[in-house]
T-cell receptor, first 113, second 111 residues
Framework: SQTIHQWPATLVQPVGSPLSLECTVE??????LYWYRQAAGRGLQLLFY??????ISSEVPQNLSASRPQDRQFILSSKKLLLSDSGFYLC????????????FGDGTRLSIL | SQQGEEDPQALSIQEGENATMNCSYK?????LQWYRQNSGRGLVHLIL?????REKHSGRLRVTLDTSKKSSSLLITASRAADTASYFC???????????FGKGTRLSVIA
């Protein structure tokens, strides 16, 4: 069966520090991968998605970047965090096209001080 | 941008009652999906309904889709305290772009 791992679960970082959040998927090949941010009590904002290794689509201009160095690994990064980067970050995968359900990790709660 | 808008924003019911949540969207869709999120956790996929379908069932869940009104509803029958969560609709539009999520309905089921 397929599983998705996302870590860390919580993270407290100072303003201006770098960020690296990692997400890995097991049990499937060539998944579509997604990074979302969720503000408190709000819906999900799609940040990046990837349909293959090295292929990244950015949905929102921001202080973040994403990379997909391996088929089932998706990394969210920042060189210098801002206060506005605080939030709940979710990674998800789906099989093939966008017509398939997405499967989510348990998220990373990021607090910027 | 957000496509789906759930209504109501919050809903509180007694255990055993039915819960109905609605979702409206603006553009033509390929499919509409409902997800559930427990507090502080990731989302869990519930049901996918395609644009040529009108109704789908899964256990105590019933989803309807009215493409003429650009709306969908999620009905949870005989609710339980464990159904307490936020429920989101999400759409894939006809251009086949990634899912766009609404802001969700917070459901509280009181035992």
């Amino acid at each position: 069966s397929q599983t998705i791992h996302q870590w860390p679960a919580t993270l407290v970082q100072p303003v201006g520090s770098p960020l690296s959040l990692e997400c890995t998927v097991e049990g499937t090949s060539n998944p579509n991968l997604y990074w979302y941010r969720q503000a408190a009590g709000r819906g999900l904002q799609l940040l990046f998605y990837s349909v293959g290794i090295g292929q990244i689509s950015s949905e929102v201009p921001q202080n973040l970047s994403a990379s997909r160095p391996q088929d089932r690994q998706f990394i969210l990064s920042s060189k210098k965090l801002l206060l506005s980067d605080s939030g709940f970050y979710l990674c998800a995968w789906s099989a093939g096209t966008n017509n398939q359900p997405q499967h989510f990790g348990d998220g990373t709660r990021l607090s910027i001080l | 941008s957000q496509q789906g808008e759930e209504d109501p924003q919050a809903l509180s019911i007694q255990e055993g009652e039915n819960a109905t949540m609605n979702c409206s969207y603006k553009t033509s869709i390929n499919n509409l999906q409902w997800y559930r999120q427990n507090s502080g956790r990731g989302l869990v996929h519930l049901i996918l309904i395609r644009s040529n379908e009108r109704e789908k069932h899964s256990g105590r869940l019933r989803v309807t889709l009215d493409t003429s009104k650009k709306s969908s509803s999620l009905l949870i029958t005989a609710s339980r305290a464990a159904d307490t969560a936020s429920y989101f609709c999400a759409t894939v539009n006809s251009g086949n772009t990634p899912l766009v999520f609404g802001k969700g309905t917070r459901l509280s089921v009181i035992a």
